[in-house]
Structures are given as C-alpha cells and as structure tokens.
C-alpha cells in the first residue's frame, strides 16, 4: 500500500516556548532569548489506536523533553539551523517518518509580533 493510500497521522505539539542563545547580532549572543516553536510529527499511529498503548505510538512528551533539552543547550545564529536541529532530534524516534518545526523568534523585527520559518524534514 503506498502512502497516498494510506496516509501518515500527526501528532502535534504547539506553542512550546524556550529559551536559547540565538542570533547573529553581538547583543543577541549575550543572553538566552524566547524562542516558540510548532511541532508537526509524522508517524503510523494505527497500531497506538487499536492497542491503546504508550509503547506503541509517538511519545509527545518523551519528543517535547528530548527538543527541550536539546534547544536549552544550544547556540545558533539562525532559526534555520536551530530548526533543522529540531528536526533531526524528532526523526530521532524510529515511528516519525515526516517532521514540520516551525521556530518563531517574537520581537526580532520592530513592528512585527515574530519572525520566523518552518522547514519539513523527512527519514532517509
């Protein structure tokens, strides 16, 4: 059966604010700033449905915990590469075959509520 026939669920986490050194700017670089990012996992969760068990799907918040950790430790001058890291720590967990990590850097523009991107990574 191919994916079109049978397309991936989502597993969602939304609005997971935290706080790192990002930016390119000298002043950026001096302490860690708000950060806010949108998770979209990819993943069979047909087996966690009938079963109803944990082991069986993708732990959102094993994924929230492992990008947590990971984000707090960083230094990156773009949200790009800060992004793809994301991406790569979720695709970390065998069952997500797609991820979409969208970062908003709020306050980098003056008159603008967030600037940001989002970038869609898959296995392989």
Not at 24 to 46: G, K
Not at 59 to 73: D, F, L, Q
Request: net charge neutral; proline share 2%; aromatic share 4%.
């Amino acid at each position: 059966m191919s994916q079109s026939e049978n397309p991936l669920d989502r597993v969602l986490i939304s609005g997971l604010r935290l706080r790192c050194v990002i930016g390119i700017n000298d002043w950026e670089r001096l302490v860690p700033q708000e950060i806010e990012m949108d998770i979209v996992l990819h993943a069979d969760l047909r087996l966690a449905g009938r079963t109803d068990r944990i082991e069986d799907t993708v732990n959102y918040r094993t994924i929230a915990r492992n990008v947590t950790a990971a984000v707090e430790a960083s230094s990156y001058g773009l949200v790009e590469a800060l992004a793809d890291a994301v991406a790569r720590v979720c695709l970390d967990d065998r069952r997500v075959m797609r991820v979409d990590v969208a970062v908003r850097k709020p306050g980098a523009v003056r008159s603008v509520d967030w600037v940001g991107v989002q970038v869609t990574r898959t296995r392989g």
